[in-house]
């Protein structure tokens, strides 16, 4: 289970979220990666207590950290700017999420640091992005991805207040996508020699996010507005409530295609024929009654049965709406290989999993999260026992 990262040595001045979760992505894919903490430690450590446990879990923490190696270094200290600097030397790879007036401080910035290791693939992760004004200005992913690429506000209902996303969403996103950059620039240096740097942005990741909204907007020069489930234009993407009050979603994007099977599964194939909803137009223009008959229909089942007449039609798509409790006891789930057992030293714990896989060089989790500072005897042997800063 050594990973197609094998090899591959990467040093991490990272915190919080978006730049660990790059470097845990990377460590499951079989890199060494080194986390370069200062005697503080990373303030992600915190978030158990943030969340209101004093159990000796950090389940946050844990996903974008496992299979780390830890070293603390003060980086306050021309000592510790050395030590950093030794590490970078032996390094492929450069990942931070530091904001890049502090890195500039540092001497740890895109331009020094690749100008001294021309090799080197440097990852930055960035809340504004890398140039203008607002460069470095401080940025979480719910204002960088979430507030400001216009998504809160595309997903929020006229008239009501903006959602709140859930912990991380745009930070394991921007994540994946510079593990991904880093592979792509890993490639091309395979072939030219030449190390580059890899920069990835929230508010660009919440762009992208939202970018069938945004191109429609740029090539069209409007906007497309926020379904509400009573005003679908189109009842058979919508979501419906069976009799035991379980939520689902079903999916018939292609009018021709997906509606007949829906008008068989909900016992009404006469409605094929019906005026009103002959056609995709005639369901729009009548969107409100079908979407009150489905609410009805769908009301006098459980959604367990309603699964197994949905499954007699191969072109019917729905999905549940699970809980979290919904979505761990889903076969399907865990059979798609979604949790993962991460050695612990005594057994395994089970996780969360990355979203990819590979098939000829899997790899996966090798150990926990380090505890801070845990490996930093080891670094330092590995570089002939420099003074600890």
Known sequence: MAGPMEGVRVVELGVWIA??????????????????????????????????????FNPPFELDNRGKRSIVIDLSREAGRDLAEKLVAGADVFLTNVRLGALERLGLDPVSVTSRHPRLIYAAVTGYGMEGPERDRAAYDISAFWARSGLAHLLTYPGREPPFQRG?????????????????ALLSRSRSERGQVVSVSLLRHGVYTIGFDLNTALMWGQGIRVGTRTAMGNPCINNYVAGD?????IVGLEGERHWPPLARAV??????????????????????????????????????AWAEVFATEPDF??????????????????????????????????????????????????????????HTDEVLAELGNPTAP
């Open 267 to 304: 016992g009404h194939p006469e409605w094929l024929t019906d005026p009103r909803f002959a056609t995709g137009r005639d369901r729009a223009t009548h969107a409100a009654e079908l979407i009150a008959l489905l609410d009805e229909v769908f009301a006098g089942r459980d959604l367990g």
């Open 168 to 184: 991380g969403m745009g930070d394991h996103g921007v994540g994946m996508a510079a593990a991904a950059g880093v592979a792509a």
């Open 19 to 56: 730049g660990p979760a790059a470097g845990g992505i990377l460590a499951d894919w079989g890199a060494d990666v080194v986390k370069i903490e200062p005697p503080s430690g990373d303030p992600a450590r915190t978030f158990a207590r943030m969340l209101g446990s004093d159990l000796p």
């Open 245 to 249: 009050g379980r939520p689902f979603w």
């Open 317 to 374: 798509f729905w999905a549940p709406v699970n809980s979290v409790e919904d979505l761990l006891a889903d076969t399907q789930f865990v059979a798609a290989g979604g949790i993962v057992e991460v050695p612990d030293g005594v057994g395994t714990t089970p996780m969360v999993a990355m979203p990819a896989d590979f098939h000829g060089t899997p790899g996966g989790p090798r150990w926990v999260a380090p505890a801070l500072g845990e």
